[in-house]
């Protein structure tokens, strides 16, 4: 709807958007939004990464969890190391 109205999504937005599907075990959704943020070039950063690695491994998609995991890695984000 913001982008109906000319406005165009942010990172924050983006992020929290992912985070809200997230919660609420809709790791698919999660997916297509930071796919929709890249085509956007907007910039993922950790946020971002750790919020649809969380909706994948919720949903119990582990192998895509691992995948993002991986694109973050490569993208340059910073991992934390617990």
Not at 9 to 31: F, H, Q, R, T, W
Not at 73 to 81: H, N
Request: charged share 25%; net charge neutral.
């Amino acid at each position: 709807k913001m982008e109906e109205a000319g406005q165009k999504p942010d990172a924050v937005i983006y992020n929290s958007l992912i985070n809200a599907c997230a919660k609420a075990g809709k790791p698919a959704k999660a997916e297509q939004l930071l796919q929709r943020m890249c085509e956007n070039h907007i910039k993922a950063d950790e946020k971002t990464y750790n919020s649809v690695i969380n909706a994948c491994a919720k949903g119990g998609a582990i192998q895509k969890a691992e995948f993002w995991f991986q694109h973050m890695e490569s993208s340059g984000c910073k991992v934390d190391e617990i």
